[in-house]
């Protein structure tokens, strides 16, 4: 388990204010943010590299806010990854091992099971300086492993690598995870990879943890317009919430939100300003309007197809910009080409408000 | 996505190339220069006629010159290592207060005159010095004895070293050391396993830089030693009392050996720092 308690650091430009987090044993836990947030920091002081100015680090339920670096059983793989460039990949993966309680022989065991777990058998005698990006990042992570560390610190490990790879190491990340069962905390700008790896994750704004909880609760109920705006769960409207006449006096109630040209029917638990999240994948498209009543009906020209796959991205003008996605399939089917007039249409219960 | 992948490709920065009458006078001021200091040289190179030089195996006293100064800038050398290195580190990695005024004070000897070296260590190491006369009273005398020679080549070549293995330090990046104390590494083990073997070719190239410095010292040391009299100061000797012939064959061994030296440099430093 890695437990953060009001911890508070401070270096160079850095300020890390307050942050506590709880990743459970053999969990794999996301710290996510902008770049400059402070994320590598906050990955150093858990290591022990720099002093927090307050709070606390534990690991495993064992108070190592004092302890250094060597005693605290951390892997640490860094965003570029920091090969030895004087050893070997053999070496490299069995530098952790030298100061350890293992035999030579049971050494070269450790480094030849991660090297097969990893797949980089081949390789062990190479220099470092013959490798790809993706070899190096698996070597960074068998050296890591190798002396069984307690808890896997992992600074955007697939940032230096080409999206391919990337998809495959993110897999083969998940699977060495729980095989090793080692208690994981990785911090990237990408919320993407939240979604795929984490088991909690944690919203990283200016310093201090603006939410935290669930990668999908995250995602479906971010907490402000700066979390919904950066994990890029839609478009985030800015309006204001009116009860509307006749509707429940209770708490959710039905409710207008009004934003520029946008008159929505949503459910609310407050009036006054909000911010509104319209969710791409909430957001319906027809050519024509379809039956139905209680559902929000807006017109927008379709200025941009974006294809991923079997999904594509639909960047319409509806007076403001919003972002649809659909099936590729379904684009296809619909004819949608820029220039192309739609109706959208959102249920009420859909629009999160924060 | 990451933001990487949405940069549009940089934009080719044209540079136009210069005249080519500019780059042709250019290029004739700096092979006028090139020629300056490769002309002389090959000048005094033309001498080593196998006469000359067995005219120079022969002279007891060039030998004996020789060996000494190689012997007092190797002593000079792994003094200013043993105290140099720990402090290039510190001066490297340390974030103390004071860092800036201890690297300016290390390099001061740089800018400094050598005669003028050599006659502030006279009176810092003299007989009749506070210092000097202390060290005297446990047999340890400067003036006109072989410690001077070493005291003098000391204060010129020191700087070199702590300055070239301080850049060897800075060169290793902290981060590497923090991957290694995260693999169970002691402060002390991390130095040894990782900091040291990396910085070593530099440190090595800045020691051989240091020890080449001591070599070629001759205004200091003309001044605390004047004998027994290491090669620059034996040339000096014979050119002023003996005249040019009889100087030439010290200068071609002394040549030799810088040029060795500065052949091991060459090699140890790596490509991009040529």
């Not at chain 2, 090959?42 to 060996?67: C, K």
């Amino acid at each position: 388990m890695i437990r953060l308690r009001g911890l508070t650091v401070r270096v160079g430009g850095f300020t890390l204010e307050d942050i506590s987090f709880e990743v459970p044993s053999g969990g794999y836990g996301l710290v996510i943010g902008p770049s400059g947030s402070g994320k590598t920091t906050l990955l150093e002081a858990v290591a022990g590299h720099v002093r927090p100015l307050r709070g606390r680090v534990e690991l495993h339920d064992a108070d190592v806010t004092t302890l250094p670096p060597e005693r605290r059983g951390v892997g640490f793989v860094y965003q570029r990854y920091y090969l030895f460039p004087h050893l070997d990949v053999r070496e490299n993966i069995r530098y952790g091992l030298a100061a350890g309680p293992l035999d030579p022989a049971a050494q070269a065991d450790r480094v030849r099971e991660l090297a097969s777990l990893l797949d980089i058998t081949p390789l062990l005698d190479r220099s470092i300086h013959q490798l790809s990006g993706g070899e190096t990042q698996r070597v960074a992570l068998a050296r890591a492993l190798a002396p069984r560390p307690a808890v896997l610190l992992l600074d955007e490990p697939f940032a230096a690598v080409d999206p391919a790879t990337r998809q495959m190491l993110r897999r083969e990340l998940r699977t060495i995870h729980a095989r090793e069962k080692v208690t994981t905390l990785q911090v990237t700008h990408d919320f993407d990879e939240a979604l795929r790896l984490g088991d909690v994750v944690a919203v990283l704004a200016e310093g201090r943890v603006a939410q935290m909880g669930r990668p999908d609760e995250v995602f479906r109920y971010p907490n402000s317009a700066f979390v919904a705006t950066f994990i890029g769960t839609g478009t985030v409207l800015q309006g204001e919430v009116t009860r509307l006449a006749g509707g429940s006096t209770e708490s959710p109630f039905a409710a207008r939100f009004d934003s520029g040209p946008f008159s929505l029917e949503v459910v609310a638990e407050r009036e006054g300003m909000a911010h509104a999240v319209l969710r791409p994948e909430d957001l319906m498209l027809s050519r024509e309007a379809v039956p139905g009543s209680a559902r929000n009906r807006l017109t927008a020209v379709v200025q941009r197809v974006e294809r991923v796959g079997p999904i594509s991205y639909v960047h319409l003008d509806a007076g403001r910009p919003l972002t649809a996605a659909v099936t590729s399939a379904s684009a296809d089917e619909l004819g949608l080409a820029p220039g192309a007039n739609v109706v959208v249409t959102v249920k009420a219960t859909a629009i999160h408000l924060v | 996505m990451t933001p990487k992948d949405s940069l549009p490709p940089a934009a080719p920065s044209p540079k136009p190339p210069p005249l080519p009458w500019a780059r042709l006078g250019l290029a004739a001021l700096g092979a006028l220069l090139v020629l300056f200091v490769v002309g002389p040289l090959l000048r005094l190179l033309l001498l080593a006629t196998p006469a000359s030089l067995g005219e120079a195996l022969g002279d007891a006293e060039l030998r004996t010159s020789i060996g000494l100064t190689l012997g007092t800038a190797t002593a000079a050398t792994l003094l200013a290592a043993a105290m140099g290195i720990p402090l290039a580190y510190l001066l490297a990695r340390g974030s103390f207060r004071g860092r800036r005024l201890v690297e300016a004070l290390v390099d001061l000897p740089v800018v400094i005159p050598h005669p003028v070296a050599g006659i502030a260590l006279l009176l810092f190491l003299g007989r009749h010095s506070l210092v000097g006369g202390t060290l005297a009273r446990v047999g340890l005398e400067f003036v006109s004895h072989v410690p001077g020679i070493v005291a003098a080549m000391l204060f010129v070549s020191a700087p070199i070293l702590v300055s070239g293995a301080r850049e060897a330090f800075r060169s290793v990046d902290p981060r590497l050391e923090r991957v290694a104390r995260s693999l169970g590494d002691t402060p002390a083990a991390a130095f040894r396993r990782v900091t040291l073997p990396l910085a070593s070719r530099g440190i090595l190239a800045a020691a051989i830089l240091s020890w080449a410095r001591s070599v070629s010292e001759f205004g200091a040391i003309v001044i605390l030693t004047y004998n027994p009299q290491v090669a620059s100061v034996l040339i000096y000797d014979r050119f002023t009392t003996l005249g040019l012939p009889a100087a030439v064959p010290a200068a071609l061994v002394l040549l030799a050996v810088a040029l060795a030296v500065f052949g091991l440099v060459r090699v140890l430093q790596p490509a991009d720092h040529r």
